[in-house]
């Protein structure tokens, strides 16, 4: 029963959280086997107030810098082709090399 907590800054839509969770389920699945029913993904978001860097408040760091870096998301990111809903396909297995000098097949005792 995988559990998986994601801590992020207050600020982002639904349909963001949702992608998350569906995302990260979605690599469990994948990665490791998860069955989807038993596996949680709980998104907890955090007020700029309570969420610290450098000393202070990434409330004060956005008003005091106006550094893009810790500017509030304007949109969500590009979707990543392939990730929701498609199964890792195996590589191709090649076929076990012929030693030289044997016949292929049973052999003869």
């Known amino acids: ?7 992020i800054l207050e600020g982002v839509t639904a349909g963001q959280k949702l992608r998350v ?19 949680f993904v709980v998104i907890d978001e955090v007020p700029t ?7 202070t408040s ?4 956005r ?8 500017a509030p998301a304007k949109k969500a990111p590009p979707k990543v082709p392939g990730m929701k809903g498609e199964a890792k396909k ?9 030693m030289p000098g044997k016949k292929a097949g049973p052999s003869a005792g």
């Open 1 to 7: 029963m995988p559990y998986v907590n994601v801590r």
């Open 21 to 39: 969770i569906e995302r990260i389920t979605q690599v469990l699945v994948e990665e490791l086997g998860k069955n989807p029913a038993s596996t």
């Open 49 to 55: 107030d309570n969420w610290g860097h450098h000393g």
């Open 58 to 61: 990434i409330t004060r760091l």
């Open 63 to 70: 008003a005091s810098a106006g550094d893009a870096r810790l």
């Open 90 to 98: 195996a590589p191709a297995k090649k076929a076990p090399a012929k």
